[in-house]
């Protein structure tokens, strides 16, 4: 099976006008099926003038078609605390991080790749 329950995402919205704010959601997957994820966690959201990114606090349930093509899914390690990690903006990068265990590159001009650290 490609998504598993407890498997962890990102969901990133592709940016469709140039205007358009950023918006991410990172949770855990409560189920899959036909290309249909259910995924729990929390919305971030990039406010493009001011750079800056806030949580929502609220869980939400959200349901996600991976074949939509409006979406950036990228599976994260299933140790990962959704409920501690932070998107950090610093200048113009961004980041996801989790505990100073993990790091993404976010930023849409350099290669978005993650690593752990430590």
Known sequence: ????????????HRRL??????????GHVEAYEAGVVRVTGY??????????????????????SLSSGALMVYVLPRDLKVESVQLVA???NLALTCDHKFRMDLSEWAHSAYMRIG
Do not use: C, H, W, Y
Not at 1 to 12: A, E, H, N, W, Y
Not at 17 to 26: G, H, L, N
């Open 43 to 64: 919305t971030f959201i990039r406010e493009p003038v001011a750079g800056t990114v806030s949580r929502k606090n609220d869980v939400r349930t959200k349901l996600f």
């Open 1 to 12: 099976m490609l998504l598993q329950s407890g498997d962890k995402l990102l969901v990133v």
């Open 90 to 92: 610093e200048e113009s």
């Open 17 to 26: 006008f140039e205007r358009d704010s950023s918006r991410f959601f990172v």
